[in-house]
């Protein structure tokens, strides 16, 4: 028999056949013959200036107020690592990115887990919290294609969610990597922008855009909270990676970018159709909110589903996926994320094939 190939639901990252990598080729290029010096010099912990002078234009801000790093991964640990304190309550999305309820844990954080709706966060929900006595010092907002949900935070939520921060007093970290990859549907504008209170500090990334590999980041907040964090950021590397941000910022001016994004769009935009058939061709059962862009899409299965054996007997048939449970403090058993960033749709098709094989197998032993 021939062996199965393997299929990876499970990764957020994009395949080779979407990255440029001719573009990115001759961004290196420039990036040495324009400015070596400040390309292969250490540089400063704000990050190489060319690539700060784009997303501040980017966001209508003073370069004082950026700061680029290794990923936003690591921006995201700058600032909890800032903000954060053993014992703060820092409200999160339930489910949540994985990765920020094991930061927020590691820092002694104490979660409160506000459940997501499907145009974002339950707005209501933290208002009763906050009437009720609850004081975060931040709240951490996915606002467009939410990871692992894909929902998108309607404007009034946003709008909202500014109001309750300004009266309660505390801050809302806008984690928005997936914000260039809507395939359909009114762009939103961030909170960042909206803030007229200095409550909002942001985040995105390179890695859906142009390639994770490159591991570029940044924020954007109040002037004085990126000098201190800049501060943590000199003390902890001196720089970040200056090689890979003169590519970024290269790849950036040159108008490069744009291409980029219109090649992971229509790939995913695809992807995404390919995993919402598979799903109701061959896995009735399954529950989904369509994402309107980016990476993933959140399966419900009935509750009676047990979606830790699913995840076991689907890795038997080659075919990985992370479970809900990954995404939440409680509950998530009957629930999955896919991510079909990384696969074409025929492999899409395939696996959830697979996956729907395994649910009836269990189905029947469980009848
Ligand atoms: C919501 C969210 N924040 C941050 C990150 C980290 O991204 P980066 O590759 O920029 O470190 C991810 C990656 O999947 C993510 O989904």
Redesign the pocket.
């Known amino acids: 028999m021939a062996a199965l190939t393997n299929i990876s639901l499970a990764r957020?990252?994009p395949s080779l056949d979407i990255i440029a990598v001719d573009d990115l080729k001759a961004a290196a290029q420039s990036a040495f013959e324009r400015d070596a010096a400040g390309t292969f010099a250490y540089g400063t912990s704000a990050g190489y200036p060319h690539l700060l002078e784009w997303i501040a234009a980017k966001h209508r801000v003073e370069p004082d107020r950026t700061m680029a790093t290794?990923?936003?991964?690591?921006?995201?640990a700058f600032l909890f690592q800032e903000l954060v304190g053993p014992g703060d309550v820092v409200v999160v999305e339930a489910p949540?990115?994985d990765?920020?309820l094991l930061s927020l844990r590691e820092l002694g954080a104490e979660l409160l887990a506000i459940p997501l709706e499907p145009d974002g966060i339950d707005v209501a929900a933290l208002e009763v919290a906050l009437s009720e006595g609850a004081r975060p010092t931040l709240a951490h907002i996915?606002p467009n294609f939410?990871?692992p949900a894909g929902c998108t935070l309607s404007l009034a939520k946003r709008q909202r969610l500014l109001e309750l921060a300004s009266e309660y007093g505390f801050a809302i970290f806008e984690?928005?990597?997936?914000v260039e990859l809507r395939f359909e549907g009114e762009s939103l504008p961030t909170m960042l922008s909206m803030d007229q209170a200095d409550k909002v500090i942001y985040?995105?990334?390179?890695?859906?855009t142009v390639c994770?590999g490159i591991?570029?980041?940044y924020l954007v907040g109040p002037a004085a909270l990126i000098a201190r964090v800049r501060k943590t950021a000199t003390n902890t590397y001196i720089s970040p990676n200056m090689v890979a941000q003169s590519i970024v910022a290269e790849f950036c001016h040159s108008g490069a970018i744009e291409r980029s994004i219109e090649t992971v769009k229509a790939a995913l935009r695809e992807r995404r159709d390919a995993t919402a058939d598979a799903l109701e061709r061959h896995l009735p059962d399954a529950r989904f909110v369509t994402p309107e862009g980016g990476?993933f899409l959140w399966v419900d299965l009935p509750e009676s589903s047990d979606v830790a054996r699913l995840e076991a007997a689907s890795r038997e048939r080659g075919v990985i996926f992370v479970k809900g449970t990954d995404f939440l403090i409680e509950g998530g058993e009957s629930s999955l994320r896919i991510a079909y960033s990384a696969v074409p749709p025929d492999q899409i098709e395939e696996g959830i094939a697979r996956v729907a094989d395994a649910y009836r197998e269990l189905a029947g032993a469980a009848a």
Request: net charge neutral; aromatic share 12%; no cysteine.
């Open positions: 957020g990252a290794n990923g936003s991964m690591q921006a995201d949540t990115y990765r920020t996915i939410q990871n984690d928005d990597p997936y985040a995105s990334s390179f890695s859906k994770p591991r570029v980041g990476y």
